[in-house]
């Protein structure tokens, strides 16, 4: 029996898709979406956690995405966890991306990146690839509370 591996995450885009052509004639956009939650504590203190997601999307929902989305935009995302290595110098380091096969983008375009609520999706989870090797897209973008993102 095989296993299930599912991701479903609803969440802002922390800064602009990053798009680009790999392979032959593929194209893979990178998106950094952050979720958050709230809770109040033992002590009666409200507290709030932002999680930063990394968002690897192949294909022409690649290219739909990095035309339409922008940060701040609020998105939908179904896809999978993949983990990925590569060599820096000398030391093997890992990512582990969701892989998206669905992208709806809700809410109205807060920055003029599209219109409406359209909802794409992937013929294959596996559309364009995943054997290309790229480059890592650097360190996750930090949280800071006085950004106009509202969470």
Not at 35 to 42: A, F, I
Not at 44 to 72: D, F, M, P, S
Not at 94 to 113: K, M, N, P
Request: overall charge neutral.
């Amino acid at each position: 029996m095989s296993g299930i591996n599912k991701v479903i995450i609803v969440g802002r885009l922390g800064q602009d898709p990053e798009m680009k052509a790999v392979g032959q004639g593929s194209t893979v956009t990178r998106l950094n979406v952050a979720t958050s939650e709230s809770w109040t504590d033992k002590t009666g203190n409200k507290q709030e956690r932002t999680e930063w997601h990394r968002i690897t999307v192949w294909g022409k929902l690649a290219e739909l995405c990095g035309k339409y989305l922008a940060k701040g935009r609020m998105v939908y995302v179904e896809g999978k966890l993949q983990t990925r290595s590569w060599e820096d110098n000398g030391q093997k380091k890992y990512a582990t991306d969701i892989v998206a096969s669905t992208v709806q983008f809700l809410g109205g375009a807060s920055t003029g990146a599209g219109a409406g609520n359209n909802n794409y999706q992937n013929d294959s989870m596996n559309q364009g690839g995943g054997d290309f090797n790229f480059q890592d897209f650097g360190p996750e973008p930090s949280f800071n509370q006085s950004e106009d993102i509202p969470f």
